[in-house]
């Protein structure tokens, strides 16, 4: 072959190469608010709004709310995961809606907190506290409409943590409802051996200061489980043989049944495999009733997203740059359209993926920023200064607490400011 015709083939491969990069970026994906965004950007104006605000649509959490209930029909208490939907008006939303007053707590100073805000309430911790963190909770206690004798169950891992909080109940001369961490295939800790529980309900007898008053297992692996290690149904099934065999041992060691303790399961993955046939009394899941993008699962299919980011664009620029390689722009937005314009909006860098308008995303060289950070669309998008732009966060538990009063979206428009917890001394 002569060399012209061998330098014309590799043009013409290295044109086709470009071409198909390019078209692996998916052509044009911007686009404009829907008309439900359009509506919750003129209700955020009406409301006179005009910074990062998190917003919880209303309706759709309480529908959320609904559908939990449902799925529980009523053979499982429900425990609200507190530290998932973190203020004390969207917890009482929740709880009104499924009647319950069980609520799951992560956090030392939130414990204070709702003890002192919401003292009807009956509080499981969900990790095990520091010895100190639990005497300091005592310390700072001053409501005695909540009986932390009745109302509290402190969460324990180990032997050794137990013995600790034995030793803090009688300094303090209180009562301690004790409730034992199982590990049930997560591996984050906790009791995974039954000698181990006999020999903490052991202790428990014998100290005046503390009771045992039920289980923990948490089973979010289960959700995860890929197919070639069979799957969620056989690791689902390898939770419950293990949660069931821990009860059998504790049953047989107390002489006595375990159906009236807490037996707490599940989280948001899981929650709608209960139905019912399992050991466990109550069932914990907090983030299914906001469905933040990390649970976007099949489990949640009928879940819908009820928490938003929302933040003002501030500047909107026709062509996206990169200092000190201005020259490629041009070729960047050839290459993908998507990279076109550049807004800067008000905040960024949290835990959230651009949701609204359509076919937003960041830019891989550019860098992030907490203070204006860049997204980039398509020629497509018409938004100006001043418009708004939405996120979905990717968790709840962190997010809520970076934007001050959660705006309350209801029926077109703004009509409530739900302060987020705070975290005090
Ligand atoms: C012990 C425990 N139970 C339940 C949950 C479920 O919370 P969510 O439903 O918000 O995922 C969690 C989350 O971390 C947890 O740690």
Do not use: C
Not at 276 to 282: D, H, I, Y
């Amino acid at each position: 072959m002569k060399r012209r015709h061998l330098l014309a083939g590799a043009v013409v491969g290295g044109a086709g190469l470009l071409w198909g990069w390019r078209a692996s970026n998916g052509g044009d994906r911007g686009g404009n608010h829907s008309a439900s965004f359009q509506a919750l950007s003129a209700a955020l104006d009406r409301a006179g709004l005009a910074r990062p605000t998190l917003v919880i649509d209303k309706q759709k959490l309480l529908a959320n709310a609904d559908v939990l209930k449902q799925h529980l029909a009523g053979k499982y208490h429900y425990r609200v995961v507190a530290k998932s939907l973190p203020s004390l008006p969207l917890l009482q939303a929740v709880m009104t809606r499924t009647h319950t007053r069980r609520l799951m707590v992560f956090h030392q100073p939130f414990l204070n907190l709702i003890a002192r805000e919401l003292p009807d309430t009956e509080l499981l911790l969900g990790k095990p506290m520091p010895v100190a963190a639990a005497a300091r909770f005592y310390e700072h206690h001053r409501n005695p409409e909540f009986d932390a004798r009745e109302q509290l169950q402190w969460l324990v891992d180990s032997g050794a943590r137990l013995q600790q909080y034995a030793e803090l109940a009688r300094q303090r001369g209180e009562l301690m409802q004790i409730n034992l961490e199982l590990d049930v295939g997560l591996h984050r800790g906790g009791f995974s051996e039954n000698d181990a529980v006999i020999a903490a309900l052991a202790l428990i007898e014998r100290e005046p200061g503390l009771q045992f008053s039920g289980f923990m297992g948490y089973d979010p692996h289960v959700a995860k489980t890929p197919g070639l290690l069979g799957g969620p149904d056989k690791a689902f099934a390898a939770v419950q043989q293990r949660y069931q065999e821990f009860v059998d041992v504790a049953e047989k060691h107390l002489g006595r049944s375990l159906s009236g303790a807490t037996l707490n399961a599940a989280g948001s993955p899981t929650y709608q495999r209960y139905d019912g046939q399992q050991v466990a009394t109550e069932l914990a899941a907090g983030s299914a009733l906001v469905k933040p993008t990390d649970f976007d699962l099949d489990s949640l299919a009928d879940h819908q997203p009820a928490a938003f980011i929302a933040t003002p664009v501030l500047k909107s620029l026709p062509v996206a740059q990169v200092p000190g390689i201005e020259k490629l722009a041009r070729l960047q937005s050839w290459f993908n359209p998507n990279t076109r314009q550049a807004f800067f909006i008000y905040g960024g860098y949290w835990k959230a993926l651009p949701e609204s308008p359509p076919g937003l995303s960041t830019h891989a060289l550019y860098g992030r920023s907490t203070n204006q950070e860049m997204l980039n669309g398509s020629a497509s998008i018409t938004l100006q200064p001043d418009d708004w732009v939405f996120l979905r966060p990717t968790q709840s538990e962190h997010v809520f607490l970076q934007f001050g009063d959660i705006a309350v979206y209801e029926g077109g428009d703004i009509v409530d400011s739900w302060p987020v917890f705070t975290q005090g001394a």
